[in-house]
């Protein structure tokens, strides 16, 4: 797979319109879809915890909206690879709990002097070299780490709404077994006319309303920078930037870090006096958007990344509209859609990270890791495995000088 898909980079420019197939929107829809309808809560506790006012909160929402948009747009774009990104949602966890200590305008500060950090270490290639050093088992063992959970979550929401999740895992595998490129389209029309069904749809209070992006007057305090900076930065590029660069590389992609990580801190240091704490790669959505379902053939998968950029716009144009859509939704059936839409992205994981003998024990101890939601100092359980399976295969591996 990894040979096949370096093979199709690079290949010269190619009409998007005849590359762009249902199959690729839908992943995108899908991608969109999860991205919204759990993390969007975490940035609203976020704002009620730094008593920011409606328009500052809707500002938020347009900014975050808008920059992953347009950077999963033009990066998919010109490197013809499924880029995909989002805010950050370990930063947005952190800031539930340090908001509240500064005002908005100093948070404003922390947030441009994080972007300004991000942009330079991210042209500056110095990030990319330091994840060239990881050995590609252990990158897939973290990037089945990370899938795993919601493999398990698709089946538990049987338990939470049995005809919802129950229509969604059938019509998987039913349609898998005639057209595994539509398999999860059938599953996510199944699944929302089970939920029709049995009235699970909620879009009471869903009006249509245009947002309108506010302007913040940075202030530049020394403790917000140290309080929401400094962590802002570690927790976007260990928990953000290096899974989602590890997702592109386990599905076979090699697109220049420089551009990638550079080119999100730079669209987060433009729209941080409107609210944007930080775009970055993501991993989990991004790896719905690399597979097969997107696309049989490597080289047409990115654009389900330019449709993840224009549904992205789309929400930002909107405020709150089709937030309040993609939260109506029920827990199963995302949980669940989730869930089939990941599987063949978590038999890449699982297979690249056993393919090497050798590395195969610190590619379990990185999965173990990775999969048991470990957090240490504010940084998730992915760049835990990493650190932990390095260990591993340092020990293990590194000859030892004969006497």
């Keep these: 797979m990894t040979e096949e898909v370096l093979a199709a980079q690079g ?3 190619r ?48 900014a975050i909206s808008i920059g992953s948009g347009i950077t999963c747009l033009a990066l998919s774009l010109v490197t013809k690879v499924p880029v995909i990104t989002a805010w950050s949602t370990p930063g947005a966890a952190l800031l539930v709990t340090s908001m509240g200590h500064y005002s908005y305008a100093s948070a404003i500060g922390a947030f441009l002097v994080s972007a300004l950090a991000i942009t330079l270490v991210g042209f500056s290639g110095v990030f990319g070299r330091l994840m060239a050093y990881v050995p590609d088992a252990l990158v897939s063992a973290m990037l089945a780490g990370i899938l795993f959970s919601f493999g398990v979550e698709a089946f538990r929401a049987l338990g939470q709404g049995p005809l919802v999740a129950a229509a969604v895992l059938v019509g998987y595998v039913l349609a898998k077994r005639y057209s595994a490129r539509y398999a999860v389209p059938v599953a996510l029309l199944l699944g929302v006319l089970a939920a029709a069904v049995s009235g699970r749809l909620d879009f009471r209070g869903v ?17 917000a920078v140290i309080g929401i900076g400094v962590p802002l930065f570690v927790v976007t590029m260990a928990s953000q930037n290096a899974p989602g660069l590890a997702v592109l590389h386990a599905s076979g992609y090699r697109p220049g870090d420089r551009l990638l990580v550079g ?27 690399t597979g097969e379902e997107s696309h049989p053939d490597p080289r047409k998968r990115y654009p389900a990344g330019v449709f993840c950029g224009l549904l992205c716009l789309a929400v930002g144009t909107f405020g709150g509209t089709l937030i309040g859509v993609f939260t109506g939704l029920p827990k199963e059936l995302v949980a669940a859609i989730a869930g089939v839409a990941l599987i063949g992205a978590l038999i890449t994981g699982l297979s690249g990270a056993m393919a090497t003998p050798r590395d195969r024990e610190a590619a379990a101890v990185t999965f173990l890791v990775t999969a048991s ?6 940084i998730g359980s992915a760049f835990w495995g990493l650190v932990f399976g390095l260990f591993t295969h340092v020990v293990l591996t590194v000859r030892r000088k004969t006497p």
Excluded at 28 to 41: E, N
Excluded at 207 to 222: G, I, R, Y
Excluded at 264 to 277: N, Y
Aim: net charge negative.
């Design 263 to 289: 080119g999100t801190g730079l669209t987060s240091l433009v729209l941080a006096p409107f609210g944007c704490h930080a775009v970055n790669l993501a991993a989990i959505i991004a790896a719905i958007c």
């Design 207 to 223: 009006t249509l309303e245009l947002a309108s992006p506010q302007w913040t007057t940075p202030v530049f305090d020394v403790a």
């Design 11 to 13: 290949t010269g420019r």
């Design 15 to 62: 009409p998007f319109f005849s590359d762009a197939s249902l199959s690729s929107f839908v992943a995108a829809l899908i991608a969109v879809v999860v991205s919204y309808s759990g993390p969007v809560v975490i940035v609203l506790t976020a704002a009620q915890a730094g008593r920011l006012t409606p328009e500052q909160t809707t500002s938020w929402l347009w």
């Design 373 to 378: 939601g470990l957090s240490l100092f504010g």
